[in-house]
């Protein structure tokens, strides 16, 4: 979806080339002690990942529009809306994805879907209510740079090994503490949980690495949808106040509202935060690195570069 000046900086080019390679060894671990077992439990385990996998991406967006109470609309419901991403995809090349609108009154948007295909766009009515028409169209040229880089199928795929892992210490936890057996059998249980304590161990530290790895590079995703989009307006500074102002009323959220849209913070355009964390553990950048990465973009298009 990119004319030339679009090319991504190498800086954030070679982040994102690096969290592809720690996702591919993560993924690597998450397998190897399957195979250890016997070719037979290991050809389970990929194949039980490769189904979890198509069918979490396949039910993404449908999942994401039942968690904000959302519903798609056509273009003699929401002909504002819809005109704005006829512009944005007759600009970058994109089949038009859905376009949904939730009721919640918090500002906030988000992309769904393994694909162009099957994409949707979701806006809340708050966003609409408290953006300018071009930051409004700002937001929308974001979530259209994620339909074009398949993000939601990416995150599928780099949060599997964690997720896996969960499951695995899960079941490995069952065993140790013996939960709902009695007797002889929880013994028995418990005794098979200590004789596995590597399983466990390594379990607990692929779901701490799988988890972390996923959220470095939901960060950088962000990262690259806001320059794609804000390229695609050709108006960073849009995007940077519609941030800024999406923040804000987060901010002032109850918990209530809040609640409601954690389950599809990752998807967001600013995601809700979790208590004071802003590093290692937030799905988004912080806003003041991507209104600093808008900024800078502004300065270069001003000046022609």
Known sequence: MAPSRDAPDSGLAWRMLATTVLVALVYAAAVLPAFLAGPVWGAAAAAAAVALAVVSTRAADRLALYAMDARPVGSDEE????????????????????????????????????????????????????????????????????????????????????????LVLGWWTGLVTGRDRHGAGRAAAVAGGVLLLPLGVAAAVLHGVGTLVGLALSRYRELCADSTGALLTGRPADLASALGKVDEGLRDASRNDLRALRPVSALCVVGVRGGSVDGLLSSHPTLRARTERLSALSWRLASGG
């Open 79 to 166: 002909p504002e809306l819809h005109a704005v991403l006829d512009r944005l995809c007759m600009s970058s090349g994109l089949p038009k994805p859905r376009l949904a609108v939730s009721p919640l009154k918090m500002p906030n948007a988000f992309a769904a879907g393994s694909g162009t295909g099957s994409a949707v766009v979701c806006v809340t009515d708050g966003l609409r209510s408290r953006l300018e028409p071009a930051e409004l169209a700002a937001v929308l040229a974001h979530e259209t740079a994620h339909v074009a880089n398949r993000d939601v199928l990416v995150g599928a795929i780099a949060a599997f090994p964690g997720l896996c892992a969960g």
